[in-house]
């Protein structure tokens, strides 16, 4: 494995634990399977091509195409295309969170997870689509809609919210 290669992992593992969001994960291999790479060590950019699949323990993140943008200190930014992009993983209470958009965009700086086109977040029970959605990771908030589309065109901003009851308690007959 190239010196570029191994940085890009180092810098992968360095994700914060709010991303990796079961702590476990952080301590298992990261695989990563493209059709083709490019690394361009002087300006920070690795684009992996082609059916790309990055897994670290439950982690599971795949697109056409993701590109890793980085600075000395580490990953600045992770985009992923993809038709659609998806995002999966176990939070510690071995519960999934989903998310799948045509465009993922997430800034370590921030925290900030995009969504956007098509737009869908599964977290425990409840479900938020929207033509663009917003997940911070460090404080756990979601923001959907609120984004135009180019005039004349249906609205798109418009969000949906499933939330699933919660199964009544047992009450005990005296």
């Not at 790479?37 to 599971?60: A, D, F, P």
Request: charged share 20%; with cysteine; glycine share 6%.
């Amino acid at each position: 494995m190239t010196r570029l290669a191994n940085t890009w992992l180092f810098l992968l593992l360095c994700l914060p634990a709010s991303v990796l969001a079961k702590q476990s994960d952080l301590e298992q291999p990261i695989q990563i399977h493209a059709d083709s790479v490019e690394m361009r060590e002087k300006e920070g950019i690795s684009i992996y091509k082609g059916k790309v699949e990055i897994t670290q323990g439950s982690l599971l993140l795949t697109g056409d195409t993701i590109t890793i943008h980085s600075t000395p200190e580490g990953i600045s930014t992770i985009v992923v295309t993809g038709s659609p992009a998806k995002y999966s993983q176990l939070n510690d209470q071995n519960q999934t969170i989903r998310a799948h958009s045509n465009i993922m965009d997430y800034s370590r700086q921030t925290g900030l997870l995009q969504l956007k086109g098509d737009a869908l977040l599964e977290q425990d029970q409840s479900r938020f689509s929207s033509n663009h959605i917003i997940y911070d990771t460090h404080t756990d908030v979601v923001q959907a809609g609120g984004e135009k589309t180019q005039p004349g065109e249906e609205d798109k901003s418009r969000v949906s919210i499933t939330i699933k009851p919660e199964k009544p308690r047992e009450t005990s007959n005296p």
